[in-house]
């Protein structure tokens, strides 16, 4: 589920029981239903299954400049591919090794395979003939926070997001 701002801004992307709770006690209205949805029972009460929801009141959202560096923000940032070789990525890998005193940083650490990890090592890319694609860069905008986490986003999302974006 996607969660609004009162003022339709997006918050984050919640479980689906945290936002049937927000629902159930008021705290949140749904704006957008999924046609696909399935709908929940219980006791007294059926909910239809919402695909975006909107908090009733206004939360105020601390200002942050840069987007914190996250193992599942490096896959998102990477579309879960290896960057060596696009096969599916499972690991983070330092460009710079962290033993040659490389950088924890969004432009020193890569989607990789555990294949590509291990050949890589502790090695430069310049010892091994390896190129990157393209320059890793630290991600910007509020959407990232909102997104890093989440693996497949609702297409029903895109017109929420798309200020954000």
């Keep these: 589920m996607l969660l609004l701002n009162a ?77 060596y070789c696009c096969a599916r990525a499972e690991t983070i890998d330092h460009v710079i090794p962290r033993s040659r005193s490389g950088p924890h940083s969004w432009t020193n650490c890569v989607a990789s395979c ?19 694609p393209r320059k890793p860069t630290a991600p910007k905008g509020p959407h990232w926070r909102l997104l890093a986490g989440v693996r497949h986003t609702d297409p029903l999302w895109l017109p929420y997001l798309e200020p954000a974006a």
């Design 114 to 132: 555990a294949r590509c990890n291990h050949r890589k090592s502790d090695k430069l890319l310049s010892e091994l003939g390896w190129t990157l």
């Design 7 to 83: 003022t339709y801004e997006p918050l984050t992307a919640l479980p689906l029981r945290r936002a049937i709770v927000l629902l159930v006690c008021g705290k949140a209205e749904v704006v957008h239903d999924d046609p696909a949805g399935a709908l929940l029972h219980s006791a007294r009460l059926e909910v239809t299954v919402p695909s975006v929801i909107r908090l009733e009141n206004y939360v105020r959202v601390p200002y942050r400049a840069k987007v914190p560096l996250t193992r599942a923000g490096v896959m998102y940032r990477d579309h879960y591919r290896c960057v």
